[in-house]
């Protein structure tokens, strides 16, 4: 079992910026792809980036495309998501998930972190 641990999330005033980590309990194996996913309350679990292994290959949300940018290093089982330019409606938990494949639908990760919460506030 890979357990995921995101942290970095806060409060943040419009405009503003944060990084958001996830540690991995243990190299995720086949496992090779990880990715971040955005809640906000009441809505849908929706997908804002995700990188493959060698991270080659990284695909953004529009929503985000220009503003975040994700990263990993393998060495440190750790994946980041730089958020820039942050606006109102990026306010949501943003969960780390692992997975074999680059995917932007949640079914495709195996493996999930419990969640950090970034406010933005106008």
């Known amino acids: 079992q890979v357990q995921l641990v995101e942290s970095g999330g806060g409060l943040v005033q419009a405009g503003g910026s944060l990084r958001l980590s996830c540690a991995a309990s243990?190299?995720?194996?086949?496992?090779?792809?990880m990715a971040w996913f955005g809640q906000a309350p009441g809505k849908e679990r929706e997908f804002a980036a995700a990188?493959?292994?060698?991270?080659?290959?990284?695909n953004y949300a529009d929503s985000v495309k220009g503003r975040f940018t994700i990263s990993r290093d393998n060495a440190k089982n750790t994946v980041y998501l730089q958020m820039n330019s942050l606006k109102p409606e990026d306010t949501a938990v943003y969960y780390c998930?692992?997975?074999?494949?680059?995917?932007?639908?949640?079914?495709?990760?195996?493996?999930w972190g419990q969640g950090t919460q970034v406010t933005v506030s106008s």
């Open positions: 998930a692992a997975g074999i494949r680059v995917a932007r639908s949640p079914g495709g990760y195996a493996y």
């Open positions: 243990r190299r995720t194996g086949s496992s090779n792809a």
């Open positions: 990188i493959n292994w060698s991270g080659t290959t990284k």
